[in-house]
């Protein structure tokens, strides 16, 4: 059966979250678990696809076909219940802790916290830039940290440094993630690559 592109949405603190998959179940099925349809034309603010953290709990059944299972919305969960439908709580994994060569950090892009595992020479690196870049470190009070991701996948920069002196010298490749709505506070000498963020990226992605 052909994967069709749906989503769900979550629970608390990612209750302004959307998180989009693709899923053979019948279109019929995947209504009874809160699914909605996916399309170029679904707004992008809160949108997530195929995050590894978080993750939508998941629904399953035996029908006289075979299991059926997928992502079900929180909605969807007592009537699911009700009409026979096992509930479990999806393995979520890529979430970062700090360490002791790396830190998590995130930016914001579309109200979505975009996080991954910076390393810390990197952060030391970027210093006074990472205030420039939108970039901010993880405190461990954070609730709503989206990882893995690739859509919104936020745009990056890149600066090069050189190291040593004379025919000793080499030069160095440092690239990040930035805040977009950070864009004309960059540092002027950073090469800037585009992300997928926006409406017209999404089009591309469905």
């Known amino acids: 059966m052909r994967s069709r592109l749906v989503y769900v949405g979550l629970e608390a603190p990612y209750a302004d979250h959307k ?9 019929s099925k995947g209504t009874t678990l809160g699914h909605q349809v996916l399309d170029a034309t679904t707004p992008v603010t809160g949108l997530i696809f195929g995050a590894n953290s978080p993750k939508p709990k998941r629904a399953s059944k035996t029908f006289a076909t075979g299991t059926n299972s997928s992502f079900i919305a929180p909605s969807a969960i007592v009537a699911a219940v009700a009409a026979g439908w096992d509930i479990s709580k999806a393995k979520s994994n890529g979430r970062k802790n700090p360490s002791r060569f790396q830190v998590p950090v995130y930016v914001t892009v579309n109200g979505v916290k975009y996080a991954w595992a910076m390393r810390k020479t990197q952060l030391t690196k970027l210093g006074a830039n990472l205030q420039a870049l939108g970039i901010k470190k993880v405190v461990g009070t954070e609730t709503d940290l989206v990882f893995g991701a690739s859509f919104p996948k936020p745009p ?3 600066s090069i440094s ?15 993630f930035y805040d977009p709505s950070n864009e ?3 540092p002027a000498e950073f090469g800037r690559y585009a992300g997928l963020f926006n409406a017209a990226d999404w089009a591309t992605v469905v």
């Not at 998180?19 to 019948?26: D, K, L, S, V």
């Not at 002196?165 to 690239?175: C, L």
């Open 156 to 158: 990056r920069v890149k």
């Open 162 to 176: 050189i190291q040593g002196k004379g025919d000793s010298a080499t030069s160095v490749n440092s690239s990040t």
């Open 19 to 27: 998180y989009g998959f693709r899923t053979t179940i019948e279109a």
């Open 184 to 186: 004309s506070s960059l």
